[in-house]
Protein backbone atom coordinates (compact mmCIF):
# COMPACT_ATOMS: atom_id res chain seq x y z
CA UNK A 1 0.00 0.00 0.00
CA UNK A 2 1.43 3.10 -0.63
CA UNK A 3 2.21 5.41 2.25
CA UNK A 4 3.36 8.82 1.53
CA UNK A 5 5.31 10.88 -1.46
CA UNK A 6 8.13 12.76 -0.99
CA UNK A 7 9.70 15.41 -3.40
CA UNK A 8 13.24 15.67 -2.67
CA UNK A 9 14.80 19.18 -4.17
CA UNK A 10 18.83 19.32 -3.61
CA UNK A 11 20.51 23.03 -2.72
CA UNK A 12 23.93 24.04 -3.90
CA UNK A 13 25.06 24.71 -0.92
CA UNK A 14 25.24 24.79 2.94
CA UNK A 15 23.87 28.34 3.51
CA UNK A 16 20.95 27.90 1.00
CA UNK A 17 19.70 24.61 3.01
CA UNK A 18 20.32 27.08 6.25
CA UNK A 19 18.21 29.73 4.37
CA UNK A 20 15.61 27.08 3.60
CA UNK A 21 14.86 25.33 6.60
CA UNK A 22 14.64 28.96 8.21
CA UNK A 23 11.80 29.79 5.59
CA UNK A 24 9.36 26.59 6.11
CA UNK A 25 10.01 26.67 9.67
CA UNK A 26 9.14 30.40 9.37
CA UNK A 27 6.35 29.54 7.88
CA UNK A 28 5.04 26.59 10.07
CA UNK A 29 5.45 23.90 8.60
CA UNK A 30 5.65 20.77 10.63
CA UNK A 31 9.35 19.30 10.76
CA UNK A 32 9.84 15.72 9.82
CA UNK A 33 13.08 13.36 11.46
CA UNK A 34 15.75 14.84 9.66
CA UNK A 35 19.21 13.28 9.15
CA UNK A 36 23.20 14.23 8.85
CA UNK A 37 25.61 11.87 7.65
CA UNK A 38 28.76 12.39 7.68
CA UNK A 39 31.77 12.90 5.15
CA UNK A 40 32.69 9.12 4.20
CA UNK A 41 35.68 7.42 2.25
CA UNK A 42 34.05 8.27 -1.30
CA UNK A 43 32.08 11.31 -0.65
CA UNK A 44 31.21 15.04 1.53
CA UNK A 45 28.87 14.85 4.12
CA UNK A 46 24.88 15.32 3.34
CA UNK A 47 22.00 16.43 5.06
CA UNK A 48 18.65 16.50 4.76
CA UNK A 49 15.39 18.01 6.80
CA UNK A 50 11.88 17.21 6.01
CA UNK A 51 8.84 18.93 5.94
CA UNK A 52 5.41 17.43 6.36
CA UNK A 53 2.04 17.98 4.82
CA UNK A 54 -1.00 16.81 5.85
CA UNK A 55 -1.98 15.76 1.99
CA UNK A 56 0.50 15.06 -0.53
CA UNK A 57 -0.89 15.12 -4.56
CA UNK A 58 0.96 13.86 -7.67
CA UNK A 59 -0.77 15.82 -10.40
CA UNK A 60 -0.39 15.15 -14.52
CA UNK A 61 -1.51 18.21 -16.46
CA UNK A 62 -2.81 17.78 -20.09
CA UNK A 63 -3.14 21.37 -22.01
CA UNK A 64 -2.78 24.65 -20.21
CA UNK A 65 -0.63 24.60 -17.50
CA UNK A 66 -1.62 26.71 -14.40
CA UNK A 67 -0.34 30.19 -13.71
CA UNK A 68 2.76 28.99 -12.41
CA UNK A 69 6.70 29.48 -12.48
CA UNK A 70 7.49 26.19 -10.52
CA UNK A 71 5.88 23.05 -9.74
CA UNK A 72 5.68 22.76 -6.11
CA UNK A 73 2.94 24.24 -5.03
CA UNK A 74 1.27 24.45 -1.24
CA UNK A 75 -2.34 24.67 -0.87
CA UNK A 76 -3.34 26.79 2.13
CA UNK A 77 -5.96 28.00 4.07
CA UNK A 78 -5.16 31.78 5.01
CA UNK A 79 -2.82 33.24 1.69
CA UNK A 80 -2.52 36.88 2.97
CA UNK A 81 -1.27 35.65 6.19
CA UNK A 82 1.30 34.03 4.51
CA UNK A 83 2.43 36.15 2.17
CA UNK A 84 2.91 38.40 5.21
CA UNK A 85 5.47 35.78 7.18
CA UNK A 86 7.12 35.25 3.78
CA UNK A 87 7.44 39.10 3.36
CA UNK A 88 8.68 39.49 6.61
CA UNK A 89 11.22 36.38 6.30
CA UNK A 90 12.64 37.89 3.08
CA UNK A 91 12.84 41.65 4.41
CA UNK A 92 14.48 40.30 7.73
CA UNK A 93 17.39 38.05 5.34
CA UNK A 94 17.64 39.46 2.52
CA UNK A 95 16.61 43.49 3.09
CA UNK A 96 16.39 44.76 -0.41
CA UNK A 97 16.09 41.92 -2.46
CA UNK A 98 13.12 40.84 -0.92
CA UNK A 99 10.69 42.46 -3.34
CA UNK A 100 12.22 41.03 -6.60
CA UNK A 101 11.73 37.43 -4.72
CA UNK A 102 8.22 37.58 -4.09
CA UNK A 103 5.01 38.27 -6.32
CA UNK A 104 2.09 39.94 -5.48
CA UNK A 105 -1.25 37.58 -4.71
CA UNK A 106 -2.89 37.29 -8.39
CA UNK A 107 -6.08 35.50 -8.94
CA UNK A 108 -5.60 32.87 -11.66
CA UNK A 109 -7.90 31.31 -14.33
CA UNK A 110 -8.76 28.04 -12.01
CA UNK A 111 -10.49 29.98 -9.33
CA UNK A 112 -7.59 30.15 -6.91
CA UNK A 113 -5.41 32.84 -5.81
CA UNK A 114 -1.52 32.84 -5.53
CA UNK A 115 1.60 34.03 -5.53
CA UNK A 116 5.71 32.35 -5.91
CA UNK A 117 8.38 33.43 -3.86
CA UNK A 118 12.06 32.55 -4.08
CA UNK A 119 13.66 31.66 -0.80
CA UNK A 120 17.17 31.37 -1.72
CA UNK A 121 18.38 31.61 -6.43
CA UNK A 122 17.02 28.88 -7.96
CA UNK A 123 14.06 27.44 -5.83
CA UNK A 124 10.85 28.80 -5.92
CA UNK A 125 7.64 27.72 -4.25
CA UNK A 126 4.15 28.55 -5.04
CA UNK A 127 1.33 29.20 -2.17
CA UNK A 128 -2.20 29.26 -2.83
CA UNK A 129 -5.58 29.45 -1.99
CA UNK A 130 -9.15 28.38 -3.38
CA UNK A 131 -11.90 31.08 -3.87
CA UNK A 132 -14.33 28.60 -2.97
CA UNK A 133 -13.06 25.79 0.25
CA UNK A 134 -16.19 24.16 0.51
CA UNK A 135 -18.22 24.42 -2.79
CA UNK A 136 -21.68 24.86 -2.02
CA UNK A 137 -21.66 25.53 1.56
CA UNK A 138 -20.84 28.24 3.83
CA UNK A 139 -17.32 29.78 3.93
CA UNK A 140 -16.33 30.06 7.90
CA UNK A 141 -15.05 33.20 9.09
CA UNK A 142 -11.92 33.05 10.92
CA UNK A 143 -8.44 34.02 12.15
CA UNK A 144 -5.09 32.60 12.13
CA UNK A 145 -1.92 32.21 13.88
CA UNK A 146 0.11 35.27 12.93
CA UNK A 147 0.77 37.97 15.37
CA UNK A 148 2.76 40.18 12.77
CA UNK A 149 2.11 43.66 13.56
CA UNK A 150 -0.09 43.12 16.04
CA UNK A 151 0.34 44.26 19.79
CA UNK A 152 -0.48 42.54 22.91
CA UNK A 153 -0.30 42.86 26.96
CA UNK A 154 0.38 39.97 29.20
CA UNK A 155 -0.97 39.87 32.96
CA UNK A 156 0.94 37.89 34.74
CA UNK A 157 0.50 37.60 38.77
CA UNK A 158 3.41 36.68 40.78
CA UNK A 159 2.08 34.48 43.37
CA UNK A 160 2.99 30.84 42.63
CA UNK A 161 5.38 32.12 40.16
CA UNK A 162 7.10 28.47 40.00
CA UNK A 163 4.35 28.17 37.56
CA UNK A 164 3.36 31.52 36.21
CA UNK A 165 7.12 32.11 35.07
CA UNK A 166 6.26 28.81 32.86
CA UNK A 167 3.20 30.29 31.54
CA UNK A 168 4.96 33.57 30.93
CA UNK A 169 7.55 31.82 28.88
CA UNK A 170 5.48 30.13 27.24
CA UNK A 171 2.84 32.80 26.00
CA UNK A 172 6.01 34.81 24.45
CA UNK A 173 7.55 31.65 23.29
CA UNK A 174 4.22 31.42 21.12
CA UNK A 175 4.31 35.33 20.47
CA UNK A 176 7.58 36.07 18.86
CA UNK A 177 7.04 32.35 16.79
CA UNK A 178 4.14 34.12 15.29
CA UNK A 179 5.96 37.04 14.25
CA UNK A 180 4.87 39.69 17.02
CA UNK A 181 7.85 42.10 17.88
CA UNK A 182 9.48 42.30 21.39
CA UNK A 183 8.49 46.18 21.10
CA UNK A 184 4.79 45.13 20.62
CA UNK A 185 4.80 43.09 23.78
CA UNK A 186 4.10 44.38 27.07
CA UNK A 187 4.20 42.11 30.14
CA UNK A 188 2.08 43.53 33.49
CA UNK A 189 2.84 41.86 37.03
CA UNK A 190 -0.06 41.67 39.40
CA UNK A 191 0.49 40.64 43.61
CA UNK A 192 -1.80 37.23 42.66
CA UNK A 193 -4.40 35.70 40.67
CA UNK A 194 -6.88 37.92 42.40
CA UNK A 195 -5.58 41.33 40.87
CA UNK A 196 -5.49 40.19 36.82
CA UNK A 197 -8.68 41.28 36.07
CA UNK A 198 -8.51 44.92 37.56
CA UNK A 199 -4.84 45.61 35.62
CA UNK A 200 -6.33 43.42 32.26
CA UNK A 201 -9.87 46.25 32.58
CA UNK A 202 -6.95 48.97 32.91
CA UNK A 203 -5.03 47.76 30.00
CA UNK A 204 -8.14 47.12 27.51
CA UNK A 205 -9.64 50.34 28.18
CA UNK A 206 -6.17 52.18 26.65
CA UNK A 207 -6.96 50.53 23.31
CA UNK A 208 -3.88 49.92 22.19
CA UNK A 209 -3.60 46.20 22.42
CA UNK A 210 -4.87 43.88 20.30
CA UNK A 211 -5.59 41.40 22.59
CA UNK A 212 -4.56 41.05 26.26
CA UNK A 213 -3.65 37.71 27.76
CA UNK A 214 -3.93 36.50 31.52
CA UNK A 215 -1.57 34.34 32.98
CA UNK A 216 -2.21 33.40 36.93
CA UNK A 217 -1.90 29.89 39.25
CA UNK A 218 -4.79 28.67 42.05
CA UNK A 219 -4.32 25.74 43.63
CA UNK A 220 -6.63 24.04 45.92
CA UNK A 221 -6.23 24.45 49.81
CA UNK A 222 -8.27 23.03 52.53
CA UNK A 223 -10.78 25.96 52.59
CA UNK A 224 -13.47 27.19 50.19
CA UNK A 225 -10.92 30.29 49.53
CA UNK A 226 -10.24 28.88 45.89
CA UNK A 227 -13.24 28.97 44.64
CA UNK A 228 -14.35 32.35 45.69
CA UNK A 229 -11.27 33.78 44.57
CA UNK A 230 -11.65 31.73 40.71
CA UNK A 231 -15.22 32.09 40.77
CA UNK A 232 -14.54 36.35 40.90
CA UNK A 233 -11.06 35.99 38.66
CA UNK A 234 -12.98 34.42 36.03
CA UNK A 235 -16.10 36.56 36.24
CA UNK A 236 -13.97 39.84 36.41
CA UNK A 237 -11.69 38.62 32.75
CA UNK A 238 -14.81 37.70 31.06
CA UNK A 239 -16.66 41.03 32.10
CA UNK A 240 -13.54 43.04 31.19
CA UNK A 241 -13.45 41.34 27.65
CA UNK A 242 -17.37 42.36 26.78
CA UNK A 243 -16.88 45.74 27.95
CA UNK A 244 -13.99 46.41 26.38
CA UNK A 245 -14.22 44.81 22.91
CA UNK A 246 -10.58 43.54 23.48
CA UNK A 247 -10.18 39.47 23.39
CA UNK A 248 -9.11 38.29 26.52
CA UNK A 249 -7.04 34.85 26.53
CA UNK A 250 -7.42 33.17 29.97
CA UNK A 251 -4.62 31.63 31.12
CA UNK A 252 -5.18 31.03 34.60
CA UNK A 253 -4.56 27.74 36.27
CA UNK A 254 -6.98 25.93 38.50
CA UNK A 255 -5.32 22.62 40.00
CA UNK A 256 -5.78 20.58 42.62
CA UNK A 257 -2.06 20.17 42.89
CA UNK A 258 0.95 21.58 42.51
CA UNK A 259 2.34 18.84 40.57
CA UNK A 260 -0.95 19.07 38.26
CA UNK A 261 0.17 22.55 37.20
CA UNK A 262 3.58 21.36 36.89
CA UNK A 263 2.44 19.42 34.30
CA UNK A 264 0.10 22.26 32.77
CA UNK A 265 3.11 24.47 32.98
CA UNK A 266 4.72 22.64 30.54
CA UNK A 267 5.74 19.70 31.90
CA UNK A 268 3.75 16.88 30.81
CA UNK A 269 0.36 18.53 29.40
CA UNK A 270 1.29 21.45 27.23
CA UNK A 271 2.01 24.93 28.04
CA UNK A 272 -1.61 26.38 28.76
CA UNK A 273 0.61 30.10 28.82
CA UNK A 274 1.83 28.85 25.06
CA UNK A 275 -2.12 27.91 24.08
CA UNK A 276 -3.61 31.24 25.83
CA UNK A 277 -1.15 33.29 23.46
CA UNK A 278 -2.06 31.12 20.57
CA UNK A 279 -6.02 31.62 21.33
CA UNK A 280 -5.17 35.39 21.93
CA UNK A 281 -3.41 35.80 18.34
CA UNK A 282 -6.59 33.52 16.43
CA UNK A 283 -8.67 36.48 18.31
CA UNK A 284 -7.14 39.13 17.63
CA UNK A 285 -7.15 38.12 13.74
CA UNK A 286 -10.82 36.95 13.60
CA UNK A 287 -11.47 40.77 15.04
CA UNK A 288 -9.71 42.17 12.87
CA UNK A 289 -11.37 39.62 9.68
CA UNK A 290 -15.01 40.46 11.17
CA UNK A 291 -14.32 43.85 11.23
CA UNK A 292 -13.23 44.26 7.83
CA UNK A 293 -15.93 41.89 6.33
CA UNK A 294 -18.66 44.50 8.36
CA UNK A 295 -17.53 47.86 6.72
CA UNK A 296 -17.33 45.45 3.00
CA UNK A 297 -20.36 46.36 1.25
CA UNK A 298 -22.66 43.97 0.48
CA UNK A 299 -22.82 42.84 -3.36
Not at 91 to 108: F, L, M, V, Y
Not at 118 to 123: A, D, E, H, N, S
Request: negative net charge.
Amino acid sequence: MIKGMTFIRPVHSAAQFDELVSFFSALGFEAGRGWDQPPAREGAASRGRPFLAPLGNLEFVDGRLPTLTTDLLVEVTSLDAIHQVASHWLEKNHGAEAATRITSIEDTHWKSRLFTVQPVPGFSVAFWEREEPLPGKAIALEGDLSAHEMSFAIVAARWNSVITERLLQGALDCLLRSGARREHIEVVRVPGSWEIPAAARQLAERHRFDAIITLGCLIRGETAHYEAIYNEVARGIGQSQQDSGVPHAFGVLTCETLEQALDRAGLKSGNKGFEAAAAAIEMASLQRRIAAATAEPRA
